[in-house]
């Protein structure tokens, strides 16, 4: 008989503020009955946070009879090193994109991945309800939208790549003077800033930090690479935001209405067009 359940997979922090928020959107998150029966959710963390790490949330669901685990990775961006990592030790991946300590899981069913946020629209969206706090009028303003980024080259690509989508959206729905993308790794945010204040000295720059949720990254590291710049922030993550939930939510119910479909279709294992051979029970979702 199968069962499907939910995995929410996010990085993890020391802060018990940054997890409190991820706790918080998960638990307004409403998952919609598959196969006729309700869908547990659990949120996991790739690290720091005892107790309640990956393999630990694969055993909670595993324990309530669940044969078909959605994961959710809740990060930022495909250029992320860690959603690699995790697709490898959930069987996802055929072998590590590099040298990566994580080690399999133990996993007894199937898992079917979903999509990082990268950029999706509603990236762009949360960042511009932010900024709408920011004095100023967006015709003179011009935002750089800051992300944690990569030293390694493909992922480095994935970054830019999606962060692009985002700040072109972001400048549609702002109507912004300007755009542009800077990442931490590597040290590119006060370069970038600095060259578009020596262009255009006439407009205010606005940071935008594209994390998930405030912390380390958008309270200390941003200001102190901006530190002597002249620019405005306030400092706001993605979360706290609903449509994080709500993100959530859609990719989980997207995925189980595909399962639902290949109920009864013959078991195939697939290849994915990256390399990945997710654990398909049936056909690929």
């Known amino acids: 008989m199968s069962k499907a359940g939910v995995l929410i997979i996010s990085h993890g922090s020391r802060s018990a503020e940054w997890i409190r928020l991820i706790d918080r959107a998960v638990a307004a998150v409403a998952v919609p009955p598959a196969w006729d029966g309700p869908v547990p959710v659990v949120s996991s963390f790739l690290e720091l946070v005892e107790g309640r790490l990956i393999q630990d949330g694969i055993d909670a669901l595993e324990a309530q009879g669940v044969t078909d685990i959605v994961v959710v990775p809740l990060f930022v961006s495909y250029g992320s090193t860690h959603v690699d990592e995790i697709r490898y030790a959930l069987g996802d991946l055929p072998e590590p994109s590099f040298d990566s300590d994580l080690k399999p899981f133990r996993l007894q069913g199937a898992v079917h991945m979903c999509p990082p946020l990268d950029d999706d629209p509603v990236v762009a969206d949360m960042v511009y309800d932010h900024l709408c706090g920011v004095t100023g009028s967006p015709q003179r303003q011009n935002v750089v939208l800051i992300g944690h980024g990569s030293e390694l080259p493909q992922f480095y690509a994935r970054w830019k790549s ?31 800033v600095a060259l578009w204040q020596e262009e255009e000295p006439d407009r205010d720059i606005v940071i935008a930090p594209l994390f998930l949720s405030s912390g380390y990254f958008t309270n200390t590291v941003i200001p102190q690479r901006l530190a002597g710049l002249r620019y405005l922030y306030n400092g706001k993550a993605l979360l706290p935001h609903p449509s994080v939930s709500r993100w959530i939510e859609r990719q989980a119910a997207e995925k189980l209405r595909n399962l639902e479909k290949m109920e009864q279709k013959p078991y195939r294992r697939e290849t994915m067009p990256d390399g990945g051979v997710g654990r398909w029970r049936n056909a690929p979702d």
């Not at 989508?165 to 003077?177: D, F, N, S």
């Open 162 to 192: 999606g962060m692009g989508r985002v700040a072109e959206r972001l400048q549609r729905l702002g109507g912004y003077a300007g755009v542009r993308t800077a990442l931490l790794l590597p040290d590119e945010a006060r370069n970038v």
